[in-house]
């Protein structure tokens, strides 16, 4: 009976503790959540790093994966750290064993016992180094075992491992020193990635160059007394250099990479690093031509996929404000929206690429704008105003298809277009030029929207994101001839036409310039999906927003959006282009825009009869500009001609007198104004 008794006893004895250390296990688990404490990273559409960031308490921690770590280092890894790991639950008996006898024969610790697992268990949880640490380690690395698989633990450890620094885990010591993910490392490397997290401060080899190489020589020298590793090859790794700095990570597409990469581990983006690395260089190349504090961005788009492919945020993160992602700031797009105007206003049957519209000065009720260059053309088809990105007709063209309903569309399409805050203030025809704001990124979907026979989609960040979401901006015939008359625009100073180069792709460009001269953009594309096309915007400005007097789009911004289209065709070859206009008919019913010609002659708008110029030697003459008439103005002074070049007459008097001032239209009706010139010290006051 007392047999029965303290059987029984010790059965429910057995059964408590079991039941109290169930609850101690459920109530206190290993703190296996700092293994998500990752440093951020950014990766392009193959798998390059990009970027990373540390993490923040600044450590620069990867999670391991067995699969992309050598598998020669990972069996002598554990050769050398931990041979029974794959037998053991967390604690070797028999090296708890052997520690003992051996550290009591010697009268102090000879060798520790610590397996794999319960070096992961200090890591998680730091304490210092006494009895009771070690047991707490032992339970710990129980509780560890019951909860991961072997495969598990050894990453969890290869993550966590000290490297000397602010470095933890395999990845982050193998980029640092050897400039490589350890998926292949030979001998010498090996020896000493296992070496280091022993004695990590005292053996860094970019601060204590010697120890660390006689640590690797003792590794060598273990591995080969284990048969890991044969006398030879452990002399000749023992000859191998020696790091004796940290590498810099990656840094590519800073800007892209924060805003992807926050509160992630890792990111695989649509990037590509080759066209990263080599765009970022571009931009950086032609910023350091201003002197002004300005810097650049630019965005590359894939047309076929809307994947970004590249994304500079700024010329440099040391560039004035280079720390903006310039490509997701708003800003003022100048006349970048303009052929968007343009293709609904053909949709809606008021327009067509050889209708007629009057450049002449005009008030839009309590709106009376002005062309950039303060010119007028007079009758000018919508192509050639569009190409020369002409303002009076963009705001007529405004006017006819309506705000609202223009702000509705490009809305619908993701765009947010942002106008004034004032609640009693509705969006104005100012939105023609400029008057709103927009993002890179808003310009990106429109542009490629464009490409695509207008089909905006949203852009595409991350790699196998599928984009279904789609929006129909105007109709694919409207997008095809906005394209064709971009692609017709004139080229710029010093590049020759595509159709004059050979194996040139035919960009459809658009340039604008904010109110003020603060931001200068260029926007276009060579070629729709099928054409291997990509859409490219490139801003240049202060990060500030400070005016930058004569640096236009067409100026600033344009040539770095060639140099970018250059760059993109040496990477991924030469897209077909965009193609010729090939109907350039109007129908009887929109030849002409609003009121039909007038009979009457043209009307001098400036100078005005009577009125006085002053000039000095340094005066670049003046503006010319009529109203009405059948357009087409020739311009004459005292009976002399007057140049004109794209529409623009500008009169440099010869000296001071009076002069007869006579423009004559198209149709051979004329009118005339007598004006004073005189002296610039001849000025009142």
Known sequence: MKIGRSLQKLTIGVVAACVAALCVDILLPPPLEKAEALSPLAVDRNGEWLHAFSTPEGRWRFAADLDHIDPVFVERLIAVEDKRFFSHPGVDPIAVVRAATTSARAGRIVSGASTITMQTARLLEPRPRHIGSKIIEVLRALQI???????????????????????????????????KEPVRLTDAEQALLIALPQAPESRRPDLRFDNAKNARTE?????????????????????????????????????????LAANRKTIRTTIDATLQARAEVLVSRYASSFDDGATASLLIIDNDTNEVRASIGSSGLDAPGG???????????????????????????????????????????DYSPENFDRSFRG?????????????????????????????????????????????????????????????????????????????????????????????????????????????????????????????????????????????????????????????????????????????TGRKAAAPLLFDAFDLVAEVFGVGSGVDELVDDDAAPAIARLNAAPSEAPPTIVFPREGIELFIDDASRGFSLAARGGAGEYRWYADGAA??????????????????DVTVVDGAGRSASSKVRVRAIDARPG
């Open 145 to 179: 075992e019951r909860r991961l698989s072997k495969r598990e633990v050894l990453e969890l450890y290869l993550t966590l491992a000290p490297y000397g620094g602010n470095l933890e885990g395999v990845r982050a010591a193998s980029l640092s020193y050897y400039g």
């Open 323 to 365: 720390w903006i992602d310039l490509t997701a700031a708003t800003r003022s797009p100048g006349s970048t929206l303009k052929p968007f105007i343009y293709a609904l206003a053909f949709d809606d049957g008021r327009l067509a690429p050889s209708t007629i519209v009057d450049d002449m000065p005009r008030a839009f009720g």
């Open 642 to 659: 007057i140049d004109t070049e794209d529409g623009r007459a500008i009169w440099s008097p010869a000296a001071p007198g009076f002069y």
């Open 379 to 551: 009758e000018v088809r919508a192509k050639e105003a569009l190409q020369h990105s002409l303002n009076l007709p963009a705001v007529a063209a405004l006017s006819a298809i309506g705000v609202d309903r223009f702000l509705a569309s490009v809305s619908a399409a993701g765009v947010d277009v942002k106008t004034t805050q004032a609640a009693e203030a509705r969006p104005g025809l100012a939105v023609a030029l400029g008057g709103a704001g927009v993002t890179g990124h808003d310009l990106g979907r429109l542009y490629s929207g464009l490409a695509n026979d207008g089909l905006a989609r949203p852009l595409v960040w991350r790699d196998g994101d599928a984009q279904t979401r789609t929006h129909r901006l105007f109709s694919a015939p409207a997008a095809q001839s906005i394209n064709a008359i971009l692609a017709e625009s004139p080229a710029l100073e010093g590049r020759a036409p595509a159709d004059l180069s050979k194996g040139a792709a035919r960009i459809a460009f658009k340039t604008g310039t904010s109110y003020g001269y603060c931001d200068a953009w260029a926007a276009g594309h060579n070629g729709n999906a099928s054409d291997g096309g990509f859409t490219i915007i490139a801003w240049v400005g202060r990060a500030d927003g400070a005016p930058r007097p004569d640096q």
């Open 219 to 259: 590794m060598l020298q273990k591995l080969a007394a284990i048969g890991a590793l044969d006398d030879l090859r452990a002399a000749e790794a023992d000859e191998a250099r020696m790091p004796n700095a940290r590498q810099s990570f990656p840094r590519l597409g800073y800007h892209a990479a924060s805003r």
